[in-house]
Structures are given as C-alpha cells and as structure tokens.
C-alpha cells in the first residue's frame, strides 16, 4: 500500500496541468496520418487530400537507369533519405499491426501511408542485384536552395551500399521495415505480404554478411543530415528481432544472442535502436512467458526507468514535456511514448508490474499516465497553449521550416522557383500559405517556449519520424475515448 502512495504522490505534480484535459484523439490521429501525404514524392493519386501538393521527383532513379519513384521527403526539405524513412515504416507498420483493430477508419489510411514507402523500398532492394539503393537527391544542393519539390532543379543523385560499401545500419533497418510491414499487409494482401517478407530477408542477410556503417562510404551526402552516429549495431539487433517476429524462424534469435547484448540507451530514435529491440522482444518474455527472452525485458525496464520523472536520465521541462536533446526534441518524445504505450499493453496483459528503486512500483497506468501527459502537452495542454500539430486546435506553428509548406503551391502558381528565388518565402515573417495538416514540429525548447521561426529549424521543422511513432499512442486514446 505504501509503495502506491508513493507512486500517486510522486507524479501527481506531473498530472495535475492535464486532469481534465482530454483532446479530441480521433481527430488527431486523423491528421498524423494526413500528414504524410504532404511528404508526398512521385506521382500523386487522384484522391490527394492535401491539394496544394503535386507529382514530383518522377525522374528520380534515371541517373542510375532505375525507377525510384515514390516514397517521402523526410521533412522540410526535397531529399529522400532511406534510414529515417525505413525508420519511420517500421514504427508506422508498428503501430498498424499492433493497434490497427483499435483505428477504425483511419486503419486504411495508415495502411496507405505504409505502402506508399514499401512499394519505394522494394524498388530499393530489387531494382539493382547486389545493390541497396539508400536514397535519392544530393543533400547539400538541396539544402542550398528554397524551392518547392515540384520544381526541383538540384541534382537527383541516387545513393546505394553494396557488398564493397557496405551499410549494415541502413540495410537492417529496411529489412526491419519490410518485415514489419508484411505482418501489416499479411490478412489483406497476402502476395504483397510474402514479397516484403522474402525481401525483407534478403536485405536482412545482406546486413549481416557485409558488416559497416554506411556513414563510412557515403560520409558528406548522409552525413550531418543522417549519420549512423550509434553505428550498426543496434539496427542489426532491431532487424533480427523483426525478422524474428515476422517469421518465427529461431535462426534470428540465434543472431540476436550472438551479439551479445547491446547499449543500455535513455534514447530512442532513428539512430538508437536497442530500446525499440528490448520492448518488441520483452513481448516474449511477458506475453509469451519465454524465459529465454528474459534479458530483454529486464534492458526495456531499465530504460524505462531513465524515463520516468524521477530518473535523472531524463529531464521535464516546468510545463512537464519529456525533454531529451534540443534538436527536434518532439521526436524522442512520441518514439519513447510509443514504447511506454506498448511496454503498459504487454504488462496489462499479463499483469506485470516492477520495481523503480526505493519501493517505487511501476504499473501500466504508470506509463499510460505518463504517455497521455506527453500526448496532451503536445496537442495544446502545456503552458503557452501552443499545439504542435499542424492544423490541430486554435493555435499551432504557423511558420514552419519547410519548404512546400512555406512556397506559394505550384496548384495556385505554377511558374517554377529556383534554387535562390524561393528564400524570400524564408525570410518572410508571413504564415505559411499551405497547412501541413498533422505535420507535429520539433517543438518547444526546455523552458516550454516556442518561437515559431523558419530559420529555428531544430523547433519548427517536422519530420516522418516524429509522426510515425504518435500515431499508436492517439490511436491508443482515441480508442479509449475520452477516458
Ligand atoms: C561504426 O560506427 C560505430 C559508431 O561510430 C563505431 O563504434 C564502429 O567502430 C564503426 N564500425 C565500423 C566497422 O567502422
Ligand atoms: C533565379 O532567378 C533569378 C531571377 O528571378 C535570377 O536572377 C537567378 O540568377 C536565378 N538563379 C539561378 C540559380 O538560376
């Protein structure tokens, strides 16, 4: 009894803001998932909701005399980079698979989102034997000019790793998005599922036969933007264990074991893997009792307990936002809240709890109070009232750091901007013309505050991988309610 006192007692001072605030979920997780269609590449479909947005990149991959249309841009710029969208699949797919029942109308629009990014991966791994392609547009052009996708004129430089360049990080985490992604697609479209799958394992191979960090090879065109800071490891360990879950084949497991454990991470995102490893494999442990996966729910527990409020691990901000580094904080936020989210499902289940330290007993309601606190704060229940989702409420960032967003849209003008014309709509203090809707931004800094500026990209810039991880825990409390 005492113990729970304490539990109440400790994040009572963290729930009081939120009590009674209960955002519309449904609507929310409506427009994470809009979001992406205007991160749209390739031809666009004739039901485009977003219509501001255009077909664009319809040549990329002729460079290399392949078809690499398709997929998204990861953020406010016009670059494909494959890890962070791998990344952002496999959380999508994630999420789907693990809640789809719960999603209601918005299950085929997420199944939608994921196909528009595996039918691009696909081509990827297939197009050219031996060869992964890992993206498309060259970086540092891109990132010189301001211009609208649709009237790109940078180079569309096709990136891959090979047997002789190898890059097991980018490579495991596409396997790990395919595989999770054929679990998605296996009910609904078996074909489609078998081929991800079959993929998925080819990839997965390639991954582990040809061992490096694809930083090494590709260096400036993926480094700053998407280094493979933490190496390959993690991603070897993520791909296994989706390989695993994918295909019950004990081979992944082995591999699993013969790495020999991993990092003990407080952060989880599309350079960190082990946390997203431990919770997915811990589900062995708790749900399917199997004590060979112990070691893996004894790591997701330790990193949960940098995440709690009283860790010091992990920093709150006064207005009670999980606050993690200050580029794009938003998106360490919705990926640790999906973990929290999926850990408090496996332990409700089974009826699990653990221990914090001093006789502090974590609960699901723990985490699921934590999560909702985190889910709130960012859809306007914090301190300056600010929403950061795009389009959701009555106030959200009207500036934000990207670039179809913040050009006039080719629908209205379709005379092209080039490289350099298009940074008077940078410079301008004006709102942006075109809502992203759904679009959830880097959000604010330590001290709750949010300055809503272009040029404060490590705030006001959205990303693939910042909605992707939100959408199972709004689908979470979407399907509660308004419990
Ligand atoms: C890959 O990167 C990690 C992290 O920077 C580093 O520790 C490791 O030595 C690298 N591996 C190879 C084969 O270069
Ligand atoms: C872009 O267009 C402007 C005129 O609007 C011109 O002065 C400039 O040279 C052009 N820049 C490039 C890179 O073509």
Redesign the pocket.
């Known amino acids: 009894m005492s113990s729970l006192f304490f539990l109440v007692f400790l994040f009572s001072s963290f729930l009081t803001l939120n009590v009674d605030a209960n955002p519309n979920y449904v609507e929310a997780l409506s427009k994470s998932l809009l979001f992406f269609q205007g991160q749209r590449s390739g031809p666009l479909p004739t039901d485009q909701q977003l219509s501001w947005r255009a077909s664009s990149g319809l040549s990329d991959g002729s460079s290399a005399n392949v078809d690499l249309t398709g997929a998204y841009y990861d953020a406010g710029d016009n670059v494909k980079f494959n890890f962070p969208m791998a990344f952002t699949t496999t959380m999508l797919s994630w999420s789907t698979f693990d809640y789809g029942e719960q999603m209601g109308l918005e299950l085929q629009n997420a199944r939608v989102n994921i196909r528009w990014a595996t039918d691009y991966l696909l081509k990827c791994a297939t197009a050219t034997p031996g060869k992964l392609y890992v993206g498309v547009g060259d970086p540092n052009a891109d990132h010189k000019c301001w211009e609208r996708p649709e009237d790109m004129d940078t180079p569309r430089t096709v990136y891959s790793v090979s047997p002789s360049n190898p890059g097991s990080d980018v490579a495991a985490e596409t396997a790990a998005a395919l595989a999770a992604a054929s679990m998605v697609f296996r009910e609904v479209d078996s074909e489609y599922s078998l081929l991800l799958l079959a993929t998925a394992k080819n990839v997965m191979e390639f991954a582990i036969k040809y061992r490096g960090n694809y930083s090494d090879s590709l260096s400036s065109s993926v480094c700053p933007f998407y280094c493979s800071y933490s190496g390959y490891k993690d991603e070897l360990m993520w791909g296994a264990a989706w390989l695993q879950k994918a295909t019950n084949d004990p081979n992944y497991k082995n591999f699993i074991e013969s790495l020999g454990g991993g990092d003990h991470p407080d952060i989880f995102n599309w350079d960190s893997k082990y946390a997203g490893a431990y919770v997915l494999l811990s589900q062995r442990a708790l749900v399917n009792k199997d004590i060979n996966y112990e070691l893996y729910k004894q790591e997701a527990e330790s990193f949960i307990r940098k995440i709690l409020p009283n860790s010091p691990s992990t920093h709150y901000t006064p207005g009670g936002l999980m606050y993690k580094l200050p580029q794009s904080n938003l998106q360490h936020v919705t990926a640790i809240t999906f973990l929290l989210t999926t850990y408090a499902k496996y332990m409700k289940a089974t009826q699990h709890i653990f221990n914090c330290g001093n006789s502090v007993i974590v609960n699901p309601d723990t985490l699921i109070s934590l999560s909702k606190q985190q889910v709130d704060y960012i859809l306007g229940e914090n301190p300056i009232k600010m929403s950061y989702m795009v389009g959701f409420g009555s106030r959200f960032p009207m500036r934000i750091h990207h670039r179809a967003s913040s050009l006039p849209s080719q629908v209205l003008l379709s005379k092209p901007f080039?490289?350099?014309?298009g940074f008077q709509f940078y410079h301008t203090q004006n709102p942006n013309p075109n809502i992203v809707t759904g679009a959830i931004v880097g959000g604010p800094d330590k001290n709750d505050e949010y300055p809503d500026k272009r040029d404060h990209y490590i705030h006001s810039e959205p990303g693939t991988y910042i909605n992707a991880p939100f959408v199972r825990p709004l689908a979470y409390f979407a399907s509660r309610g308004s419990a």
């Not at 080039?418 to 014309?421: D, G, P, R, S």
Request: glycine share 0%; hydrophobic share 0%.
């Open positions: 080039n490289c350099t014309e």
